[in-house]
């Protein structure tokens, strides 16, 4: 191989490295742990050029996604010496130390990158995770409210129900839900898509604090920008679930699984809580294939196997434990994986 290809060869192993990042995240059958293996051992070729940020953040976040967070600190602190203010770098920090358990850590972290990255919703959305187990949901509500806020400010759209009337809602208990059936969305897809993360993320925190009829509006208006999104399903689901509503709930979270496979974790809980433990065992063993980090997924299948006087019930319960042990305040993925 000449001088000039051996230039761009640690930018190729980091190419091969995410791609194989990727195909494990998606749940590939039979690849899942081999390719989250083999993007770290492509990954490891940042050593070939240890002054590329670009790769040790990408190395720090597969070894993060894998769960050896102590490990994924050295990279990330090699990419930090070389860019102290990425927005990427300083939110995987922030994540690590919640991983940690170390929260307070983490949100003077989240606060340093807000400082300069004031408006981005990614931040915010951590925020209000780290807010409300912290501080509990109605702390975490008013950084929501901010949201809300710096999305109006950003986005001069017009739509049946102004969001700035729905920050006053929000304010203050909310009341009934606009019909917001005949909207008209104007703008690229993804200012919605943030929209609608905001209000269910809002809806999830009133439904932390009791506040169901608050909840409902809530996700009324993330359906009314996206009316068959899996994600308000699922949230219609654990609505109706808390509600003492187990059939409503069970026909939101099959809707949503039809949708996206991400539902399989609350429905077999559902299932489990129902007394449909055969049903539950099939669902979360799906839901631990394909979320092989998920301490709720394997907590679920624990309960589901108990259930069944399966001896297989304390070994799920033990994986569960140490995935709970490591798991950050959201999940390392938000982290873009990019050139």
């Given at each position: 191989?000449?001088?000039e ?9 980091l ?13 590939k059958?039979?690849l899942?742990?081999?390719s989250?293996?083999?993007?770290i051992?492509t ?8 002054k590329d ?18 490990a ?15 927005l990427?770098?300083l ?6 130390l ?6 307070c ?18 931040l ?17 509500l008013?950084t ?33 839900v ?5 909207t008209r ?19 999830e925190?009133?439904?932390?604090d ?11 208006e ?13 949230q ?14 069970k ?7 039809a ?7 609350v ?56 995935l709970?042990?490591?798991c ?12």
């Open positions: 191989m000449g001088e290809a051996g230039e761009f060869l640690p930018r190729a192993y190419a091969l490295g995410l791609c194989f990042s990727r195909q494990a995240s998606e749940g059958k039979l899942t742990k081999k989250h293996t083999t993007g051992e990954a490891h070729f940042f050593l070939v050029d240890p940020a670009k790769i040790s953040l990408n190395l720090a976040l597969q070894l993060a996604i894998v769960r050896q967070v102590s994924a600190m050295e990279p990330l602190q090699a990419a930090l010496s070389l860019h102290g203010d990425d990427h770098s939110h995987l920090l922030t994540l690590l919640s991983a940690q358990k170390h929260h850590h983490a949100l003077e972290t989240l606060n340093l990158a807000l400082s300069q990255h004031p408006d981005n919703l990614n915010l959305l951590t925020k209000v995770k780290l807010e409300e187990a912290m501080f509990g949901p109605a702390a975490a008013q929501c409210e901010e949201m809300l806020q710096c999305w109006l400010s950003h986005h001069d759209v017009s739509s049946h129900s102004s969001p700035s009337v729905a920050v006053s809602r929000l304010d203050a208990a909310l009341s009934e606009s019909d917001m059936s005949s969305r104007h703008g690229p897809p993804h200012i919605w898509i943030t929209l609608e993360r905001v209000w269910l993320q809002a809806g925190l009133f439904m932390a009791c506040r169901f009829k608050e909840a409902q509006y809530c996700i009324a993330a359906a009314s920008l996206f009316p068959n999104s899996h994600s308000v399903l699922l219609r689901g654990r609505l109706a679930e808390l509600r003492g509503q187990p059939d409503d709930a026909g939101h979270y099959d809707e949503a699984l949708i996206h496979p991400t539902g399989e974790r429905l077999g809980r559902l299932l489990v809580n129902t007394g449909r433990a055969h049903l539950a065992e099939k669902v979360l063993r799906d839901a631990v294939q394909f979320h092989s980090t998920s301490h709720e997924a394997w907590s679920g299948l624990g309960e589901a196997l108990q259930a069944l006087g399966s001896s297989q019930a304390p070994d799920c319960f033990l994986t569960a434990l140490e709970e042990a490591s950050p305040i959201r999940p390392f993925t938000i982290i873009p994986r990019e050139l």
